[in-house]
């Protein structure tokens, strides 16, 4: 008999926490198979995505940075992770850049979702830059991360319109529902491993008979 193992996903938010829903909703329903949303973890005491997660009975933790330096600040999320064998960190509108060490810890294994059609526009403010910008499209991005801002390799994207009389807000919430779908579609190819990087491209390998 084969035996699956649950991946345990630690998800980071600073927010709002609807792609944190989003991922926990797809867990719940099986649409990532052997998988389990083990905690979730913010940098902001106020973040509403803490309730959600609360009151749908994840662990719950708060680490603020506190004007301890980066590394100081992420040590402790390390130990908390690795204390709870997490195998996969999914960012889910975390604001900060994780440094080097904190890649090292989980490499290959952090993910982050970016509301453009990355190369275009990373950092802050995707969608206003896209709206300055005069695109006719945009879309989101979920990338593995690695040290550079928003540039990891490429594991899905979709692609929305862009309408002359857009806002930053319309845009976005156009974004968003994208977001909450490719973001599963994305988490569940990782946690399947049915996939390869060759140089910079995530490839789905062929599923073996089982
Ligand atoms: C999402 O649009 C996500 O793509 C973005 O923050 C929002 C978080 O919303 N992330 C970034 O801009 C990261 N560079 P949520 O808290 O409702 O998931």
Redesign the pocket.
């Known amino acids: 008999m084969l035996i699956m193992i649950s991946t345990r996903i630690a998800i980071l ?10 991922l926990a909703d797809a867990v719940e329903s099986n649409r990532i198979p052997n998988a389990e949303v083990s905690i979730v973890i913010s940098d902001k005491a106020d ?3 803490l309730k959600l997660a609360h009151a749908r009975g994840i662990e719950t933790l708060v680490c603020e940075r506190k004007g301890r330096k980066r590394e100081e600040h992420e040590a402790g999320i390390i130990a908390k992770l690795q204390e709870r064998e997490i195998g996969l960190v999914c ?5 900060r850049l994780l440094s080097p060490c904190f890649i090292q810890a989980f490499t290959g294994r952090i993910l ?5 059609l990355l190369p275009s526009f ?6 206003r830059q896209a709206l300055d910008h005069g695109v006719k499209f945009s879309g ?1 991005t979920v990338h593995f991360v690695d040290d550079t801002l ?1 540039g990891g390799p490429i594991i899905a994207q979709r692609v929305v319109p862009v309408f002359e009389d857009d806002t930053e807000q319309t845009l ?1 919430n156009r ?2 529902a994208e ?2 779908d490719v973001y599963a579609e994305a988490v569940a190819l990782v946690v399947s491993g049915d996939y390869e990087i060759v140089g910079r491209q995530v490839k789905q390998r062929a599923k073996a008979i089982k």
């Not at 938010?13 to 989003?22: D, E, L, Q, V």
């Not at 960012?91 to 604001?95: D, F, P, S």
């Not at 990373?122 to 969608?127: C, F, H, I, T, Y």
């Open positions: 938010i600073s927010g709002r926490g609807s792609n944190m829903t989003a973040a509403a995505g960012l889910a509108g975390y604001m982050n979702i970016h509301p453009s990373p950092g802050l403010d995707a969608q989101c928003d976005a974004i968003l977001e909450h």
